[in-house]
């Protein structure tokens, strides 16, 4: 037998559900993996789909890893598995390191997300300005919030709410996953500029993903209109994705989330030859897939590099986040 291939499905619950436009996410579940070569070394991979989002599900995941007959030969992986593509590259990769026998590598240390580098998540709703001082007490200075939950009333509400809250340097990104309407896209992209025209508040960064995947000329013809930035998110969820809208001539700001982008070393390509304005994002992985998403994010992050999305600690009802991926791995 050549490189041993063994997974392990995982199943782990928020500690309170998150609420986007695509409504309550209660469960995160998805696949670790590890590789061990004749050496008895061993890598580590995860393979953490957002069906929703556009990537396969756990069990398309499940299905084309079980069909390996426990033996990983490194052969193609289709398109259309792009979290499976990330999940089984980044076990590869981790095989390939000098300091993988044994799976010792340290997790993420705990205090390394409560630095200005990371964007601390808020939930949605009336909790935001209460949870954006926990935030900032940690450290972060820049904070993302869920909106096209509620009332857009409401929700514009909070924003002048949160930006009174918030002191002035600090920077905020509005998360739509794509519900809002194009006249609810104007009431915000209106507001943001509003909140942008005053020294004395803080910046709105971008508004995210306002109008689905299928509208991006309404969506680039919104960046002309308005002075805040907008994000593609959605429309972006896969390598292939990004290279569609850059050819289609979007130039401004991309959200990447690396576990469910797709092949590791063709996201490193696309960043290396375009030189987009990325922005890299959590999917809510486990350590596993959180190191190996950074390690990508290092590689290829714009300088100077926008806040790295990954604050999402503390934000499930266990202490995962305090393992390193042999440990995670045993307690399965």
Same mark, same amino acid.
């Given at each position: ?67 390996? *007959? ?6 193609? /992986?289709? +398109?259309? %598995? &792009? !979290?499976?593509?990330?999940?089984? =590259?980044? @076990? ?17 240390? *705990? ?6 580098? /990371?964007? +601390?998540? %808020? &939930? !949605?709703?009336?909790?935001?300005? =209460?949870? @954006? ?31 009174? !809250? ?167």
């Amino acid at each position: 037998m050549g490189v041993e291939l063994a997974i392990r499905p995982y199943r782990r619950r928020f500690a309170q559900p998150l609420y986007t436009a695509h409504g309550p996410w209660v469960w995160r579940e998805g696949l670790l993996l590890r590789l061990r070569d004749t050496l008895g070394r061993v890598g580590y991979g995860e393979v953490a789909p957002i069906p929703w989002f556009g990537s396969e599900s756990v069990a398309e995941a499940l299905a084309f890893c079980q069909g390996q *007959a426990e033996e990983w030969r490194s052969q193609p /992986i289709p +398109g259309e %598995l &792009p !979290a499976t593509q990330f999940g089984l =590259e980044s @076990a590869a990769a981790d095989l390939d390191t000098e300091n993988s026998v044994g799976g010792q590598e340290p997790a993420i240390p *705990a205090d390394s997300f409560a630095n200005a580098t /990371i964007c +601390g998540l %808020l &939930p !949605a709703g009336k909790t935001a300005v =209460e949870i @954006a001082l926990q935030r900032l007490a940690q450290g972060h200075r820049t904070l993302k919030w869920k909106i096209g939950v509620h009332p857009i009333a409401d929700e514009i509400h909070g924003l002048d709410q949160l930006v009174q !809250a918030l002191p002035p340097d600090a920077r905020l990104r509005l998360d739509a996953n794509g519900g809002l309407s194009l006249a609810q896209a104007e009431q915000w992209l209106a507001a943001c500029d509003r909140v942008n025209a005053s020294p004395q508040l803080a910046t709105v960064e971008h508004l995210e993903q306002p109008l689905p995947p299928n509208q991006l000329a309404a969506m680039t013809a919104l960046g002309e209109r308005y002075q805040t930035a907008i994000a593609l998110d959605e429309s972006v969820a896969t390598v292939d994705q990004l290279e569609d809208c850059w050819q289609r001539g979007w130039r401004g700001v991309f959200v990447v989330k690396p576990a469910i982008a797709g092949s590791p070393q063709k996201l490193e390509a696309f960043g290396h030859h375009h030189r987009p304005r990325l922005v890299f994002s959590s999917a809510f992985e486990t350590v596993i897939g959180r190191r190996a998403a950074l390690a990508i994010a290092a590689r290829c992050a714009p300088s100077p590099a926008s806040a790295l999305g990954f604050g999402t600690q503390g934000w499930f009802a266990d202490d995962w986040d305090t393992l390193t991926p042999a440990e995670l791995w045993d307690r399965l």
